[in-house]
């Protein structure tokens, strides 16, 4: 695990000036590689490579980066492991290929080589972004792996093109001058992130997963894409498994099984993220399954009950017999990392359970290098609440024309505001609201039941059902997979539908950006072994009964756990990764808080009234979804406050 950075201008460049260059964008990235930052220019060329390295495999001096072939005609910076390089070095050794070290960096470099760029990527089985250059045809190829799980940014400036896995090192160039693009700020404010392929900044863009970049020395680009998620999920659905349950179930525990012995793969110590939860349960029984030694799990846990799990990861990891450590965080600990927040995550981010996620790395960290974490799950298995609530509403569907009608009907005659009132003075108002709300909500969606874009933003527990239109000046929202029709088309199921957008935007720009920055903070790999693209493939094959059925998900995950750890265990309600943020802003946070807020004024992009009405809404609780909105407002004014 790395940071790669580097420029290629359009003339050669003074070798004194490229090597300061690349030194600062290394050094910008330095706790994503604290073992090494190295620097190469091609002078002539204008080519600047940079390397931040956190040695995980071959630890020797010579796997530092970049790397150079023996000719020096190819060099490389590679962000990532590749969990299958033992088995690609052996072909490429048959093919006469020689050498010098025993990393997964020379490997990549020298399966450019032998295949082309392209081809080698489709052979590969990680995680990984990387550039890669052909000083002979004079091309640089920037290459994502398919799932999006590492960051890798590019961008053109007047006098060339520049690349990081961070755009903390963009700000290293002098010609990077960053302005925020009010499409991605609109955008951010809608999803609490800024959805690929936009950027914070205007034409810095990020490269879409499952996707190669080839820049040719004249300037052009060419953007190739060598792993089609959408092709793969068509296929899936066209193609079920058509096998027993158990047949199934077998083929995934040795499919995910092979997953966790490449992430398994390491020249340092490891261990594994562990909430209790069926996801990370899962792979803390797999990796102890299979491992010579007892497994080490790592759990944070708070002192306020509402939100302590611990428990829960404790009594897997006795079970298991894993080597469990747990930490109780308070308050205070919490919110003494939200300063770090802008030069962990280095664009606006806002899904507030970045906080226990730092805390869990930085826990995690004292004790080993590398960490397995449960995260694809959801999103591969039918786990989110949206997608029961889909369930619901095709349930609903099936109603008689006249009942669905007398639902909406009455919906429409006692409003929300007139009725909770009302139920919140029943005996049994706890349980009586719930069943309200959601009756409501089903009769909202009933109304527009085919236009899966809306039912996506308005769905509850999803993360862009609302946006403060009000904080900004101008509405400027960019186009949205949600209203692909392409995507609609290939796809016309509304759950799997919802699946592939949550996998092509939720988790790798919201899910995937959270674990990389927030363990990278603190120079730690996360290794996900959900979402080795051999998974995803398989889990588009899945039956729908194995993954949804009847307000319960992930069915085939619970019935491989089954198989290591008891069912009361693993039956309990699913509970998100969060903390009191909202007593948090309103007690020890306000202050700082408000200091934020008052500096919004300065802001052409921002409306200086929309900014203290939604603050003053927060406050009082005048308006609905206030939370998420004021978390994303704080977290741009924090940043804007670092970085510009």
Known sequence: MCGIAGFWGDNAIDP???????????????????????VRVEAAAGLV??????SV???SDAANQPFV?????????????????????????SAGHVFRTKSDTEVVLLACRHWGVSAAAKRMIGMFAFAYWDADKRHLFLVRDPIGIKPLYYGRLSSGLLFSSTLAAFHQHPDFHGHVSPEAL???????YVPAPHSIFANVFKLPPGHVLRMDGDGQQQLECYWDALAASRRGLAEPFDASDKEIADSFDHLLGDSIRGCLISDVPLGAFLSGGIDSSLVAALMQSQGNQRARTFTVGFADSRYDESNYARQVAAHLGCDHTEIICTTADAQALIADIPDCYDEPFADSSQIPTMLLSKLTRQSVTVALSGDGGDELFGGYDRYYWMERLQRVGTLPTSLRKLMAATAQRFPREALFPLLRKLPKASATIPMADGWYHIARMMKKADDYGYLYRTTPMTVCTYRDCTLLNHEVEPPSILDDDAVRSAIPDVIPWMQFVDQQTYLPDDILQKVDRASMAYSLEARVPFLDHRVVEFAWRVPARLKLRNGRGKILMRSLLARHI???LIERPKRGFSIPLSDWLKGDLREWAESLVSGADTDPLLSASGVRTTWANFLTGRAEHTLASTWALLMYLQWRKRFL
Do not use: C, W
């Not at 300061?20 to 190295?38: F, T």
């Not at 490579?49 to 956190?54: E, G, N, P, V």
């Not at 072939?69 to 690609?88: C, K, T």
């Not at 609109?186 to 609490?192: G, L, N």
């Open 566 to 568: 008891p069912t009361e």
């Open 16 to 38: 004194d000036v490229g090597t300061r260059l690349g030194v600062a964008m290394a050094k910008a990235m330095r706790q994503r590689g604290p073992n090494d930052q190295s």
């Open 49 to 54: 490579l940079a390397h931040a390295r956190l």
């Open 57 to 59: 495999i071959d630890l």
């Open 69 to 93: 072939s023996s000719d020096g005609r190819s060099s490389l910076v590679y962000n990532g492991e590749l969990y299958n390089f033992q088995a690609l070095k052996e072909e490429l050794i």
């Open 186 to 192: 609109a955008a951010f404010f809608r999803y609490s």
